[in-house]
């Protein structure tokens, strides 16, 4: 009798810990939200179309546009989120250059349910591979995250608004030349 019941105790902890890994395990829930806030461009404008909500961008080629917005943990473990991860989805004038959170910090620590701000930093340029007012946006951050201190992750999130910017007039494209551009 004692052998069976130190038997079924150990099946039971065997199923307990396998069951708490898998709960440790599964991927980051995230979500994106306001307030937004935009540094590093002249001009912006928010609007909605549908049931999508833009945000233009006034393009400065060679400048750094920083968007802030805020982001949730509504899985059930804490994380930490580390930065961006090496592949971004792609867009034409806009690259990915970094990710901080409150006051600058690299790393964002998360419990379930808390809220950070974070502000991801966009390079502008490639205006003269793109013809005059030709468009870009970027809808979604890949992000890179650690759940419970061991398990790495990359979680890719929808932000809050499409953040849009045009390829400016030839003017405003310093190195843009009669052939850079194609025709459009």
Known sequence: MLRRSALLLAVLALLLVGG????????PSLETGGPTAVSG????????????????????????L????????????????RGLADDQPSTRLFTYTGLTGPDGAGDVHLGPGETARLTLALRMGGCESLSAR????????????????VFDDEV???????????????AFCPRSTATSRPPG
């Open 156 to 170: 890719r999130v929808t932000l809050p608004e499409e953040v849009h910017t045009g390829s400016p007039r030839e």
């Open 41 to 64: 461009t002249e001009a912006t404008s928010v609007f909605t179309i549908a049931g999508r909500t833009i945000r233009q961008i006034r393009y400065a080629d060679g400048g750094t």
């Open 20 to 27: 708490g890994v898998a709960v440790a395990r599964s991927a």
């Open 134 to 149: 030709a468009g870009a946006f970027v809808t979604e951050v890949v992000l890179r995250t650690e759940q419970a201190g």
């Open 66 to 81: 920083r968007y802030t917005f805020g982001l949730t943990n509504t899985g059930h473990l804490p994380l930490t989120v």
